[in-house]
């Protein structure tokens, strides 16, 4: 069983690294978020094993000259340099810094946009129903119209048969008279 003493926790991103500094060695764990929990170092495939490594001192120092390179030299030195060393260590904790900064910003977007979307939704929404109660009201109106109209009709054939019987009552009334 190991003897450690003390620890440095660095975390950002989806990882956290755990360097474990001790009487048989140094070790560096390094856990990845895996859908709401940790995924040790010692599980996962890159990593099968706890690593040795030289100095936590060393790869945070590095971690912070990273910060000014761009993704593809940051990218092309870890591919350079094997699994645990000091400068692979610092270029997957400096990417995953990234990455979760990266995320961070999508998601953030993501909600700007969503909640946008949310309001043009509810506001078509209240635009629908005023269409929908406008349209209700043209009905009604063109129902009230279409109503008038026969009423209009059935009044003008009484005024031309009432017109008739009068030009008819006329015309008895003035052959009569003869």
Known sequence: MTELGESHFFG???????????TVGDVL???ERVEGGLLDS???AVMSEETPVVGADK?????????TRSYEEIRQRMYDNPPGSPWWSACKIELDIRNG????AALSATSRVLEKLQGSTQHFEQLA???HESTKEVLEMLAG????GRRLEIAVYVTIGITLVQLFNLIFEVFRKR
């Not at 900064?101 to 961070?104: D, K, L, Y």
């Open 145 to 148: 119209t279409k109503e008038a």
């Open 129 to 131: 129903e005023t269409l």
């Open 59 to 67: 790869v945070h120092a590095l971690v912070q000259l990273l910060r």
């Open 12 to 22: 950002g991103g989806n990882f956290e690294a755990l360097w474990l500094l001790g």
């Open 29 to 31: 764990r390094i856990s």
């Open 101 to 104: 900064e990266q995320i961070a």
């Open 42 to 44: 010692r599980v996962m």
